[in-house]
């Protein structure tokens, strides 16, 4: 019995932002798979303007990173560390002479919906770029995800006091303080803590 193999064809993608460019190698099932992928990569990395071509270039750790989030090649269990660049302890790219942090171009391309969502590991590996592993923050540089707000306020409800829910959550007292500040602005609600 044959299998069924999947011939798998490389694109160029010439990426285009103000008076710079880049070339980056695309591999995808066919045409429209590689101009899918063109436009999911071009939102990613906010570029002006963007053409495929048959030419051949030599991956690199860009490239192939759009390749695993196209063939949706990450497992559930394993974290991926990333093995380019940081800054402020999260996974970059330097593309046009700007930073992306991975993990939000990542976002970009799979075109997930939530204005001001950032991306944290849940596996708490700061490496860690496996799509499956995210969990999203409603701001930057927040500790606390959109679930750990709802088991802040749940606790809040039952009568835990502030240093009790600062331990079940690993996080400072003060960060209990100001989220349960900002929850009562919020909400228009006066809650006593």
Known sequence: MEKNIIKN??????LSKGKKN????????????AQAQAA?????????????????????????????LAFSDFDHEIC?????SFSNKSPCLYVFGKRFYVRTAI?????????????????????????????????KNTKLSGGDV??????QSQGASVQQIAKAL???RSTIYRKLKDERLH?????HF
């Not at 064809?9 to 010439?14: E, P």
């Not at 990613?44 to 030599?58: K, N, R």
């Not at 939530?114 to 849940?122: D, H, I, L, T």
């Not at 709802?150 to 606790?155: N, P, S």
């Open 9 to 14: 064809t490389r694109y160029c993608l010439n």
């Open 170 to 172: 690993n996080v400072h």
């Open 80 to 84: 991926e560390n990333w093995q380019g």
């Open 40 to 68: 999911d990569i071009a939102r990613s990395l906010d570029v002006d303007t963007f053409s495929l071509s048959y030419e051949v270039i030599p991956p690199s750790a860009i490239s192939d990173l759009y390749t695993r």
């Open 107 to 139: 976002l970009k391309y799979l075109d997930i919906p939530g204005e001001g969502a950032v991306p944290k590991p849940s596996c708490k590996n700061k490496h860690c770029i496996n799509p499956y592993h995210f969990e999203y923050c409603a701001e």
């Open 187 to 191: 909400f228009g609600v006066a809650r």
């Open 22 to 33: 880049l070339k980056i190698n695309v591999t995808a099932q066919d045409s429209n798979h």
């Open 150 to 155: 709802q088991m802040l306020l749940a606790f």
